[in-house]
């Protein structure tokens, strides 16, 4: 935090107003197992229903429901494909950090307890609390490189020791039950209620916007950069702060000013 105070204070300023759980990994709990601060899955869903937010109630809820009842019976086939105790993405990560856990020397305390270390670090593992003290383990469920050189040191295998939500079991039971199909809208039961009527349209002035508000630190969208947070430099008087178009410096008083860029020196001929 001092680090920061010394680059931006007003940044300083607004974390020192949040309590700590919400933005820092090492006060976070551990019950959602994710170490991610981002919003992606939301962000996701609210791009494939994109076409189905400018229709009624109704067939918005419509088109909600076949999204989610093809993807879960997509789901259900792909993970039936699967042989591994693990799922995919989960399985490709212990790899790596099984790669990552041989430059780590283990030091057996007794029982569940080692410590690992290198040249530089040193780390207190317990495989029975399954925790370290890099909180890895902690706030993703998936065991550390630290972790890794326990367990194999110990002689077991390091996927009985990944958490239960990162299965292919706990897969399978999330996309166990269907989504049933109904019927169209003329074959539905009469309940005997008047039907639901529109709520009262009142136009904004202005062009409707369809695109999400960013935040103002977030770039926008395209590959095109813009002249944000960039100086302008005249190409005429070579001062900061305006364009060639905009100078307002005299013509001739400027001949010991760099020259502007693509201007040809007017040459002056010598009469002797």
């Not at 383990?137 to 009985?160: F, M, Q």
């Amino acid at each position: 935090m001092s680090e920061l105070k010394e680059v931006d204070v007003g940044a300083h300023k607004w974390l020192k107003e949040h309590p700590l759980k919400t933005w820092t990994r090492s006060k976070f709990t551990g019950n959602a197992k994710s170490d991610a601060l981002l919003n992606n899955m939301c962000e996701c869903f609210n791009s494939k229903i994109l076409e189905a937010r400018e229709k009624p109630i109704i067939s918005l809820v419509e088109d909600i429901r076949l999204y989610l009842m093809r993807r879960f019976q997509y789901n259900r086939e792909v993970i039936l494909k699967i042989q591994s105790e693990l799922c995919p993405k989960i399985r490709k990560k212990v790899f790596k950090l099984k790669q990552g856990s041989n430059k780590w020397e283990v030091a057996w305390v007794g029982e569940l307890l080692f410590e690992v270390k290198d040249f530089f670090e040193s780390f207190t593992v317990d495989l029975n609390e399954k925790s370290c003290i890099c909180q890895s383990w902690k706030l993703t469920g998936i065991p550390c490189s630290h972790a890794i050189t326990c367990i194999r040191y110990n002689k077991e295998e390091v996927d009985n020791y990944v958490d239960d939500c990162y299965k292919v079991s706990t897969y399978k039971k999330c996309y166990e039950k269907m989504i049933l199909p109904i019927n169209r809208t003329t074959m539905w039961a009469k309940t005997g209620l008047p039907p639901v009527k529109p709520p009262h349209l009142r136009r904004p002035p202005g062009r409707l916007k369809k695109n999400r508000v960013r935040e103002p630190d977030e770039p926008k969208a395209g590959t095109k950069l813009g002249r944000t947070d960039t100086t302008k430099k005249c190409k005429k008087c070579g001062r900061l702060g305006h364009n060639k178009r905009f100078c307002k410096e005299e013509v001739g008083g400027n001949s010991k000013l760099p020259q502007a860029r693509g201007e040809k020196r007017k040459m002056t001929k010598v009469i002797l």
